[in-house]
């Protein structure tokens, strides 16, 4: 049984960094063509795709996100990171990590067969 699980911050100040870590157990985050996404849910709103980091490393980032977003992993941990540059109080969001068979950018919540339970992030000073 896969399991994801996020950690980082709960408050971050404006114009700071997001730093979240996702840790999988259960299955390696090097298994081919398998692929590990950062999608969010700001309160009220839809999920948003941030990005992804596949099996070899290879990253992909959302195109309205990708000047602030940063994507690696820790294969010996195995463990991906989110990096989310000058925050403001609209990155507030419940923030999930989730794996893909195959790279897909989409937030479909079926297309994802495991998810962490989120980790709730708000951006206030």
């Known amino acids: 049984q896969v399991q994801l699980q996020e950690s980082g911050p709960g408050l971050v100040k404006p114009s700071q960094t997001l730093s979240l870590t996702c840790t999988v157990s259960?299955?390696?985050?090097?298994?081919?063509?398998?692929?590990w996404s950062w999608i969010r849910q700001p309160p009220g709103k839809g999920l948003e795709w941030m990005g992804a980091?596949?099996?070899?490393?290879?990253?992909y980032t959302s195109p309205a996100l990708k000047s602030r977003t940063s994507i690696s992993r820790d294969t010996s941990k195995n463990q991906f990171t989110l990096q989310l540059s000058s925050v403001t109080p609209e990155d507030t969001a419940v923030y999930y990590c989730a794996r893909s068979a195959g790279f897909i950018a989409t937030p479909v919540e079926k297309l994802y067969d495991y998810w962490g339970q989120g980790t709730q992030v708000t951006v206030s000073s």
């Open positions: 259960g299955g390696s985050i090097t298994t081919y063509d398998y692929h």
């Open positions: 980091i596949g099996y070899s490393g290879s990253t």
